[in-house]
């Protein structure tokens, strides 16, 4: 009777070991025909494939993941929004679950992948997927609903980047009041930079880098160009700057000085005579103005400067293809420094630094 009990367990054992086996084959079968079928754009074959194997396991993150992959793409490649609204939904949903099941470690993995890794991945592809849902809503008119769908990812992927840009969709309806409020000789601005400031930069990032008020007519544009961010008020044509127009630069941090400069615009490109102005924080001073040319961009000719105060100062800087002029190295304190000596001379001593408007020279303020 013994050998028969142990017969019998011997072939449960058997028929156990046969059955993971099987099991385990039919699911990395299925998962790689869901990832086939994510190839050959063929969505719905794809949730089937990845379906069986929940039905099998449950708690296979990689079949969660594959489901969020192919409701994503889809959502990506429909035209109508509601249809479009759910699949992102239907995604997002099953991309959570992979990221339940691999916080409390019950999620479990086919191929050779770690839970902390799958995890990651579908948190990135989250804060992409949550950014390109709120913008289909957001261009379709829905803004109350594309700042809940950020917040809604904020708290699951805690990303600064969705965050950031929900607030920026709540600053857009007062962008109008936020561009008049930025007042270059301010002393109000006490020092620090304002509110405003930060709420139309948000903007400007939530557009890509570039937010204009209006395509024809006076309005205002605020531009990011390199790490800096200026507000424009000028009269625009076809979407570009066209006519006189000022920019601003927008600070950013404490202590920093505030700057403009106006010119004229053809085409969004900057030409004629243009005037700098340059109000300085830390010591609330008056308005320190200079006017100068413009050749392809770049200051050219002489730097008119006009330095008021208690005193005024009236000094000329020589520039050639924003290039200053008559300038020595000072070796002892390892900076350039202005040669008055020279300032009639014809003499180039030029630094490598260029000054410009913005996203044509280094800089677009001389360093005075």
Known sequence: MKKIYKVLIDLLIVLTICACTSKAQQIKKQLTLGNKYLIDIDY?????????????????TEA?????????????NTNDYATS????????????????????????????????????TVRDILAELYIEWSDMAFYAGDKDYAIQILEDGYVITASDELH?????????????QLSDSIIIDDENRGGSPRDSEHKLISIADFYGGTYISTDDGQGFGIYRINDDY??????????????????????????QDDYSVTCSWEDDVPFGDAEIIRFDRRYRDPLIQATVQLKNGLYDGVINKIESGTFSHTFKYPIINGKLQNMEFDEDHDEYYFDFEKRLSTDMYGLERTYGMPGYGDSFYPPW
């Open 230 to 255: 200026f507000l424009y008020r000028g009269n625009y044509k076809n979407g570009l700057r066209d006519g006189e127009g000022t920019l601003i630069l927008l600070v950013q941090s404490t202590g």
């Open 85 to 120: 609204d759910t699949l992102y939904k239907k995604a997002s949903e099953n991309y959570s679950i992979v990221i339940d099941l691999t916080k409390d470690g019950t999620g479990t993995v086919s191929n050779d992948i770690s839970l902390e890794e799958i995890n990651q």
């Open 64 to 76: 969660y993941k594959g489901l969020g992959d192919a409701y994503y793409e889809d959502a990506k």
């Open 44 to 60: 719905e074959q794809a949730i089937l494939a990845f379906n069986k194997v929940i039905e099998i396991d449950p708690k296979n």
């Open 164 to 176: 950031d840009r929900s607030q920026a969709i709540g600053y857009i309806e007062s962008a109008n």
